[in-house]
């Protein structure tokens, strides 16, 4: 009888154990930052969590999105890979390179090659995330920077939409004039610390590299590319924004970055900024902004002459963890996350545009916010992503010489001299 029981105790046990890793090897986890911190609205996840039961049926996919933010995210992620979970992440181009580095995730060219949509993925936002000839992840979501202007301003004021970085001050300096500094003609961030300013500088930084990285990247190995030369003609557009008697960017606005840049511009404060796709969300509940955002345009941030047409390239990709159980099924995960709908769906309500050209195509891109978009997709083929390494210093000392220029504490070539000389500085210490 004891014998029996024995016998009894270990069948359940089995029975439950068994039952337990059929039910893991039937789940999938997905971390990933919009869905917890709301970029994406929760009625949005509602209906993906919907989605993804209808086109996984064999798969239980949790509905906990990991820590939220992208610093945690990738904190906690480093620390609990090796556990398998979760086996599918969402990150920056920066965090890429970090799970590559510790070994983190798994190569996807197997997968990716032999999925009959990958024609459909631009070309350019692949490229970042291929590293040591593997690519690591599938991008879902991308943004370049353009110039936005206000068509009916140029219009009023008989002015044509600049080319140049000679043209854009002139032109600029022209509205501020015309309109008896009423309006400013241009906004450029030059805050110390501001997100969108580093953007911004080596956008200028691609038109005069051909597209080239600033920063060349071998395994370890690091190597500054740029030239005291172009940094010198960097630094001077920025001087020449702010000179003269009617300058093309208010004085009144220098050391400030985003949060003067877009509620200045669809106020009606300037005529022209760098900007990117979030500019449209101005317009909710703001007659004024809805006007402004009507009446303006996207085009391909002016060029120095000579030069070459380029901008500021932004990439968030979906990663496989390298020790996740079921790769095959990760995989599935991740066509689902990247397919047409799922991800024109995704882009749509957090603003972002598609990697995929077809998903331009699907309901949610159509009327002005496709039109909105449609803009600076187009900007895409001529844009760079940054190199993968800490950008944190090198972009407090770019805007740092920015700041010694347009406040005149050092000539364009002196305050070039000294961030070139500072970040080669930062390379020889190894932070960077």
Known sequence: MKSKRLFMSFLVATTLICGAQTFAEGSLSFWNMPFV?????????????????VALPDYNVSDFFGPGDYGPQRQKFLLQASSGSP?????????????VQKGDIEPLDSYFNNWPDKSQFEP????????????????????ARGLIYRKDILEKYHLSVPKTWDELISTAREITKLSDKKMYGLFLC??????????????????????????????????????VDQLEKILALYGKAFEGQYPAVDPAERGNGWPSEDPGYTSGKWAMAPEGTWLWGRRNGDPTAAQILDDSVVTALPEPSPGHPGT?????YIMMNHYAADKDAAWKLIQFITSKD??????????????????LDTPGFQGPVGHWVKMFAALIPSATAQSAINWGPVSDAELRAVNFVI??????HEAAVWLHDTVEGLLKSGQL
């Open 190 to 227: 030059t805050k110390v610390g501001d997100p969108r300013a580093p953007q911004e500088f080596i956008s200028w930084y691609f038109q005069l590299s051909g597209g080239k990285p600033m920063f060349e990247v071998s395994g370890s190995t690091k190597k500054y590319l740029a030239t």
């Open 37 to 53: 911190t709301q970029e994406v609205s929760p009625d949005y996840v509602k209906q993906w969590l919907q989605d993804v039961k």
């Open 312 to 316: 500021y390239l932004e990439v968030k």
């Open 407 to 412: 406040y005149k504490q050092k000539s364009p």
């Open 342 to 359: 799922e991800m024109a769906g995704w882009d749509a309500s957090s603003g972002g545009i598609p990697t995929r050209k077809d998903a």
């Open 124 to 143: 350019a936002t692949l490229k970042p995330a291929t590293i040591g000839g593997h690519l690591w992840g599938i991008p879902y979501n991308t943004n």
């Open 87 to 99: 086996d599918v992440i969402e990150g920056l181009l920066e965090d890429v390179a970090v799970y």
